[in-house]
T-cell receptor
Framework: EAGVAQSPRYKIIEKRQSVAFWCNPISGHATLYWYQQILGQGPKLLIQFQNNGVVDDSQLPKDRFSAERLKGVDSTLKIQPAKLEDSAVYLC?????????????FGPGTRLTVT | TQLLEQSPQFLSIQEGENLTVYCNSSSVFSSLQWYRQEPGEGPVLLVT?????EVKKLKRLTFQFGDARKDSSLHITAAQPGDTGLYLC????????????FGQGTTLQVKP
């Protein structure tokens, strides 16, 4: 079974520029998550999708971050405009909808550096 | 707001030593997971504990869920350099959304 795919793996941009990340979850996984992981910290949930609907985006900075999962499969996360404090690893994870113990499967992440 | 506190944050030991990592909260979790993350990779699930007092073993790793389901520990026996990495605990709340709250992680370095 293929894992969660993310691209690009690395991205360097200047502040105020825009950037987009792509995620393709494990086939059949209805739930998709985007996390931000700042160096030395645990992942922080940005947004959770169930199929193509948003379940939780309470910690998404909506003035600059947006995400979509139009067909309920792959997803994109966008930052516009980027700030220095957005430098982090952006992780995508997916989960089978009906699994009670909530195991999540993570992609390798995109490391973003904002200069 | 549910929070998970991990301790210690950093641990550097020699090969063959034992260690314990703690994950504590004032909140009750329906389940708790432990992940290991290596540089440049996403976290990989090690174990899920669900029942208060539950103990699970994975080779040299022993995981325990507190009786009140508010805390957990990870014990590694005879650590090896391959155990080096970031260990994360993550708790699932009572809602059905599957949302996980992650601790800040424990960075473990095992020197040969």
């Amino acid at each position: 079974e293929a894992g969660v795919a993310q691209s690009p793996r690395y991205k360097i941009i200047e502040k105020r520029q825009s950037v987009a990340f792509w995620c393709n979850p494990i086939s059949g996984h209805a739930t998709l998550y985007w996390y931000q992981q700042i160096l030395g910290q645990g992942p922080k949930l940005l947004i959770q999708f169930q199929n193509n609907g948003v379940v939780d985006d309470s910690q998404l900075p909506k003035d600059r971050f947006s995400a979509e999962r139009l067909k309920g499969v792959d997803s994109t996360l966008k930052i516009q405009p980027a700030k220095l404090e957005d430098s982090a690893v952006y992780l995508c994870a997916s989960r089978l909808m009906l699994r009670q113990t909530y195991e999540q499967y993570f992609g390798p992440g995109t490391r973003l550096t904002v200069t | 707001t549910q929070l998970l506190e991990q301790s210690p944050q950093f641990l550097s030991i020699q090969e063959g030593e034992n260690l314990t990592v703690y994950c504590n909260s004032s909140s009750v979790f329906s389940s708790l997971q432990w992940y290991r993350q290596e540089p440049g990779e996403g976290p990989v699930l090690l174990v899920t504990v669900v029942t208060g007092g539950e103990v699970k073993k994975l080779k040299r790793l022993t995981f325990q869920f507190g009786d009140a389901r508010k805390d957990s520990s990870l014990h590694i026996t005879a650590a090896q350099p391959g155990d080096t990495g970031l260990y994360l605990c993550a708790g699932a709340g009572s809602s059905n959304t599957g949302k996980l709250i992650f601790g800040q992680g424990t960075t473990l370095q095992v020197k040969p």
